[in-house]
């Protein structure tokens, strides 16, 4: 049985924050995944920063920038996995990465570097499932989840997307780029039905999730949420405590508060 | 005979679909209107229709007699895309998408643009045609054109600066493509070049061809045959593969030039072709210039409809197979080549198509005058005198910049 579905049978919603390796720093993305963790993150998704993440908001964008001013990059990302697990986080990472840094890398490279590190999954948001199949096929032989996304716009495509899905299906909320949204347009609820109905595996909603009621209300039809950019604003809020050694500490346990606003809204 | 793209918008191993998930339904309606309408006498007349009746095609052939006779090599012929209605190639794609998207119901357009000839061309179809438009452009270039803002503005498009990365047409496109994200239900997205997801270089493509099946047409009338060789700017690639494409089952020698900015031993360049690697740009499997960890790098050219580090997969697969051959030229060369055709033609040519002259008068001199050369002029230079009036004013060596074309080379 998959994790994420024996999270659902123990009466869990799934919440999985998402974070950028690098932002602020290194030391801060390590200690940021065992915050979440204890504020009850199911997996991290950990952001692999990118020069030109077209699936992102302003906010997202904005924490690659730091980052890869940081000088974070791929191989460096999953290395951080390894050190969040010696600091005692035991949920899945799975990894947000664009294409074109996997590709670069090489995908022996980039396997060998998934195995070593032990990372767990993977989610490309611009390698759709035309694109994908090589990629899927392998992280299946590797025991890796490979998510899929779906669209209110997948329509004709949304029941093989989801059948070729593993771990659980990103279910993007509404048209449009990362970031927090103020309202939702009331066909989500009717769409994420849509996609329960044919999905095998447990559907989290993500894209524009900013507060534990909005988490709530998603909750009531699907499994659970993915959290990003409010998750990342905070940070940016907090980015000078996060850096500086006397503050971090108080810093990490407000980001853990905040992230616990949205799983205690379950 | 392969015809590209195959079935999933590949050029050989280039092209295809790398985009959100959000995107993939509004590409595939695209590309099916699109069919639908290429197999429609009536969208087929009514385009070139408006090509002749509003653009002002046929364009013009110009046999470069001055420079021909100075340079002693190759006759040089001039096909004049600067004639065009709002002065460039651009008008030609813009038409032809602005009758898909009425086609398709949609209203509203989205375009991005580098030096503004596509958001000029946008910003006329779309007053033409009683549509919405937004331009998306880099702050940078914002700058670098004021004529063409004022121009679009004018036009009633809004023009949406761009502040991210380089501020150039890179991050326009990207802040254009995240838009359509938004908006895809009843937006139409207006790319300007082959560049893009399946199915735009192909749509882009088809409505280029125009220039090259016009030139090999008046080619013929004027001497009897095809020119020996062919040479145009690349940038995105849109006048160039415009121009090819009719000739690439000819025995013509097809050429392109891209920009080689500061020296493509420097890294301030827009050689794509020449000094990038293959990778994914803006939905594209295609060749860009990158890192060793995939993060996209800042072109550099003076030309600001040049300096995209991306480029047409077509033009990838084209490189790969040796079909046309890709050299560079730089912001120097360029603006000599432009200095000498405006004095000893009177044709002030941007500074994209600057590029492709300079490569064609050294590559004419070489060449003998029983043969010929035919160069895309792309697009007209006025946009481009506030550029030409801060270099000479200082960030290129004014004496060196003025002691061009006096002929002898």
New interface residues.
Partial sequence: MNYFQSLLDQNKKLFIPFITAGDPDAEATVDLALALQKAGASAIELGIPYSDPLADGPVIQRASGRALKQGMNIVKAMELVPQMRENGVEIPVILFTYYNPVLQLGEENFFALMRENNVDGLLIPDLPFEENERIRTRCKAENLYFISMVAPTSSSRLKKIAQASDGFLYCVSSLGVTGERKTFDQNVFQFINEVKAVSPIPVAVGFGISSGEQARKMNEVGDGVVVGSSIIRKLEELHDQLLSEADRNEALQKVEAFARSFVQSV | MIMYPDI?GRYGDFG???????????LEELENAYREAAADPAFKEEYVHLLKEYSGRPTALTFAENLTKSIGGASIYLKREDLNHTGAHKINNAIGQALLAKRMGKNQLIAETGAGQHGVAAATVAAKFGMKCKVFMGAEDVERQQLNVFRMELLGAEVVPVH??NKTL?DAT?EA??YW?????DHFYMIGSVVGPHPYPMIVRDFQKVIGEESKKQFAERTGGLPDKVIACVGGGSNAIGMFHPFLHDDVELIGVEAAGKGIDTPLHAATITKG???????SLTYLI?D?????IEPYSISAGLDYPGVGPEHAHLADTGRVQYISATDQEALDALHRTAKEEGLLAAIESAHALAKAFIIAETMSPEQSILVCLSGRGDKDVHTLMKALKGEVDQDELLSVSSGSK
């Fill in positions: 999933k295809g679909k790398f985009v959100p998930e959000t995107l993939m339904e509004p991210s990365g890179k990207n493509i995240r994200v938004q908006h895809c239900e690697t293959s990778g994914v740009i803006h939905g990158q060793e960890f995939g993060q996209i």
